[in-house]
C-alpha cells in the first residue's frame, strides 16, 4: 500500500531512531512502513533520580527527553550523519503498578521472576504501561528542535491462574529480561495478560497512533491555495 504520508514525510528528512530495540524498529519499519530508518543508540546512561519526580509519568518523559539531547550531541559528532534533515525518534518506556513503583528492565532472573509473581499473583489493579516520546529535527549541530514529550498509557491486566511453572520457564528462557518490567506482550508471555486498555503497540514499545499523529502534525507541508 502506498502512504502518501510516509512519503512526505521521507521525502524531507533521514528517519533515525534513537534506540537500540528491535521492536521498536519493527513499529516504525514494519508496522508504518518506513523503508530505512537507521538506528543510533543514545549515550545517555539512563540514570535519572527516580526520588526527584513525585509524578513516575514525568521520570518517563524525562529520560526520553534526556534521550533526544544525547542524540544531538552525538549526532554533531558522528561525520557520516553530518549531511541532510533528520527526524529523530527517542523513547522511553516503564511498568508502573498502583503504588507508583517504576519498574524498567530486570537485568537479572531472579528479580525478573519476583516481578512477575507480584504481577499476578499480588496486584489486584492493573499495570500501567507508559512510553513516553520525544521527537527531533535535526539540520545541523547549530540548527535543530525538539518537541515537547509526548506519552501514551496502556493498562495491562495479568492472570492470576498463570502456573508458576510457566513463570519460572519464560525467566529461564531469557526472553524478558531485557524489556521493561520483564515481559513481551508479542512473546510467549503473553499468555499471562489477561487483557489490556490501550494501544498494544505502546506496550510493545511505541504508541503507534499516536506517533503517526504527532509526526504527520510536525512534518506536514502546508497546501498552497490555488
Not at 521521507?10 to 530508518?37: A, C, K, N, W
Not at 526527584?52 to 521520570?59: A, G, S, T
Not at 518517563?60 to 550523519?81: C, G, M, N, P, Q
Request: net charge negative.
Amino acid at each position: 500500500m502506498t502512504n502518501r504520508v510516509v512519503e512526505s514525510i521521507t521525502s524531507q528528512y533521514e528517519i533515525v531512531l534513537g534506540s537500540s530495540s528491535p521492536r521498536r524498529y519493527e513499529i516504525m519499519h514494519d508496522t508504518m512502513g518506513f523503508p530505512e530508518v537507521t538506528i543510533m543508540k543514545p549515550s545517555f546512561e539512563e540514570d535519572l533520580d527516580k526520588s526527584h519526580f513525585l509524578d513516575p509519568i514525568e521520570y518517563v518523559r524525562e529520560t526520553s527527553y534526556h534521550k533526544a539531547v544525547a542524540i544531538i550531541e552525538d549526532l554533531s559528532k558522528v561525520s557520516e550523519f553530518n549531511a541532510g534533515a533528520k527526524l529523530v525518534i527517542c523513547a522511553d518506556t516503564v511498568v508502573i503498578d498502583s503504588s507508583g513503583t517504576i519498574y524498567e528492565k530486570p537485568q537479572c532472573k531472579k528479580k525478573q521472576l519476583t516481578n512477575l509473581m507480584k504481577f499476578c499473583y499480588e496486584n489486584k489493579d492493573p499495570l500501567i504501561v507508559v512510553t513516553a516520546v520525544t521527537l527531533v529535527k535535526w539540520i545541523n549541530k547549530n540548527d535543530y528542535s525538539i518537541k515537547e514529550p509526548f506519552h501514551e498509557e496502556t493498562k495491562v491486566y495479568c492472570d492470576p491462574k498463570t502456573p508458576i511453572e510457566l513463570l519460572e520457564d519464560y525467566v529461564e528462557s531469557e526472553e524478558g529480561i531485557q524489556v521493561a518490567g520483564g515481559f513481551k506482550i508479542q512473546g510467549p508471555s503473553g499468555v499471562i495478560i489477561k487483557k489490556i486498555e490501550g494501544d498494544y503497540y505502546n506496550v510493545v514499545g511505541l504508541p503507534l497512533n499516536r506517533l503517526f499523529q504527532e509526526l504527520y502534525q510536525w512534518t506536514r507541508v502546508p497546501q498552497q491555495s490555488a
